[in-house]
């Protein structure tokens, strides 16, 4: 059975932003690759209306998904308004199903962005649920066991403090070419924050890299909730920070 990997982003881009390295390694690992996307970005322009911007925001997750070979899961939920609610749950639930994953990969529940911070939350608290046959989506109960779940980096590691890292340093331009997809948002990230997407990517590669002993890395940290097991990793040829539970 091939192994699967799903990772769960707020918006279009933030998997590639945040975690685009990994996701090219499991790709080379030959693990099936998901990307499952909450919201529709319609707020992320200051020029195009909402329904504009989403459909364009729609194609660059698409094209960048396609690029690895990631298979898509667009739930489509407004940008900067998702709620826990039983509507998202059922999608993130189903979401699930659909990539039967061995490993889920999602945000930090303290991270700056609301949608970020609930996309992890949810994420964390309905893991289980995705095997509860009463519960039912669309798509079936899955088979495998609880998947390790970890929680990708923040914002320029503002708040976060890693446990384990992936090394993405012969990755990185592959992550370059991810986050190229999403070419409507350079401009946006300049406007809202005042910094390049290309510093965005490289400085955080760089930092998490110095701290791991390798030129560039990406950096998680588990969810340690009853039910899961981490003795053994299942991130790729991971790195261990301070405190990992090996």
């Known amino acids: 059975m091939t192994n699967s990997v799903l990772f769960v982003g707020a918006h279009p881009d933030d998997i590639e932003g945040f975690c685009g390295g990994t996701a090219v390694r499991y790709i080379q690992l030959g693990w099936k690759v998901f990307f499952c996307i909450a919201t529709n970005g ?5 020029t195009k209306p909402r329904d504009e911007i989403a459909e364009i925001r729609k194609g660059e997750a698409s094209r960048a998904a396609s690029l690895i070979g990631a298979q898509l899961i667009w739930l489509g939920f407004d940008d900067e308004f998702l709620i826990d609610s039983v509507e998202t749950r059922h999608s993130f639930i189903n979401a699930m199903r659909i990539a039967d994953p061995d490993v889920v990969i999602s945000h930090c529940r303290t ?8 996309t992890g939350y949810i994420v964390d608290e309905c893991l289980h649920m995705a095997a509860v046959p009463n519960i039912v989506t669309k798509n079936p109960p899955t088979k495998k066991p609880i998947p390790h779940l970890y929680f990708m980096d923040t914002p320029a590691g503002v708040g976060f ?7 993405i340093t012969d990755v990185f331009e592959k992550k370059v070419e991810l986050i190229a997809c999403h070419e409507s948002q350079n401009e946006w990230m300049k406007k809202i924050f005042n910094y390049e997407m290309d ?3 490289e400085i955080p590669a760089r930092y998490r890299g110095l701290q791991a002993g390798v030129p560039m890395a ?4 588990p969810s ?3 039910g899961r097991n981490f003795v ?3 991130l790729p040829d991971c790195l261990p920070g301070k405190d990992t539970h090996r």
Do not use: C, M, Q, T
């Open 42 to 46: 319609n707020v992320g322009s200051y």
């Open 111 to 118: 991270d700056y962005n609301p949608d970020h911070s609930i």
């Open 161 to 167: 403090d890693p446990e384990i890292y992936v090394d």
């Open 199 to 201: 510093a965005f990517l």
């Open 218 to 221: 990406e950096a998680y940290r």
């Open 224 to 226: 340690y909730r009853w």
């Open 232 to 234: 053994k990793h299942y």
